[in-house]
């Protein structure tokens, strides 16, 4: 594990601080990363401040509203002041994440103007930028040398404005994106087809909801993830009809179907003849 914290002021209590003395004010920013690890982290009460995380590896978990989103890398999200905050990781898989606290008078105006306003999560891509200056504000931090946190305050309205740039630019990159995480898990189908494939672990392998993965699902292959599964175990019962003597039960587990009567049903649908019949082409 690695990681780093750096603070304008003290926070023990991990309550954060409200401070109107100046337009913007960074409290404290960090990063951490782990190989696989479970840690959640929830704020019922929330914090005083504001809270920037963006997600450069691995999958995250963020509830907002009373709905969890599982994101992709190249999200991030924002917590209001005593909002109830809830946010981590779960899988087995190496994250990095990148968090800023921060206040001051002119937040909310801020947050408009970059259209940072609704409640997100947003996607602006994997960018080495961003990380880039985060680093900077923790150096800023870290030093504390002279104008530190105007520096400190300039970077972060600098993130701010370059977030809303790439959130401009983001709808081809988030397409992009999810085509190849689609494709990703199009070959765990093709890899684990005599499994039980769920779609919530096809979608959690493309850090998507559900819905929004049947959705691009969809997109990209013209059929659900349900029907894509169930076709490609089709095709491999046939295969296995042609090439070895193997009955139909034995066919139908072989290839992902413990419901016998249900591989014949869907057989059928596909090909308009039974199994059996099909079988006998070949005997």
Not at 7 to 20: F, M, Q, S, T
Not at 80 to 94: D, I, L, M, N, V
Not at 154 to 162: D, G, R, T
């Amino acid at each position: 594990m690695k990681y780093s914290s750096m603070y304008r002021i003290p926070d023990e209590d991990d309550k954060g601080a409200h401070d109107l003395s100046s337009n913007l004010i960074v409290n404290s920013v960090g990063f951490y990363e782990y190989e696989a690890y479970f840690k959640m982290t929830h704020r019922k009460e929330g914090r005083k401040d504001f809270y920037l995380a963006y997600n450069y590896s691995g999958p995250m978990t963020v509830r907002r509203n009373g709905q969890d989103h599982i994101l992709e890398p190249g999200s991030l999200f924002i917590y209001r002041p005593y909002e109830e905050q809830y946010y981590g990781h779960y899988a087995e898989q190496k994250f990095i994440s990148y968090w800023v606290h921060f206040t001051g008078y002119g937040v909310d105006e801020l947050l408009l103007n970059a259209k940072l306003a609704e409640d997100g999560p947003f996607f602006v891509g994997i960018n080495n930028d961003i990380a880039a200056i985060f680093e900077d504000m923790m150096n800023e931090l870290r030093d504390k040398k002279a104008s530190y946190e105007l520096a400190s305050a300039s970077l972060l309205s600098y993130l701010l404005a370059l977030i809303s740039r790439l959130i401009e630019q983001g709808s081809d990159v988030r397409a992009n994106s999810n085509r190849a995480e689609i494709y990703d898990t199009i070959k765990y189908i093709h890899d684990n087809y005599a499994q039980e494939i769920y779609v919530t672990k096809l979608a959690e392998i493309a850090y998507l909801s559900t819905d929004r993965y049947t959705t691009l699902f969809k997109i990209t292959t013209g059929t659900t993830p349900l029907q894509y599964i169930n076709r490609f175990r089709l095709e491999k019962a046939c295969e296995l009809m042609k090439h070895t003597h193997l009955n139909i039960q034995q066919i139908s587990n072989l290839v992902g179907f413990e419901d016998q009567l249900y591989f014949s049903r869907m057989f059928k649908k596909y090909y308009h003849v039974t199994p059996s019949e099909y079988l006998t082409r070949f005997n």
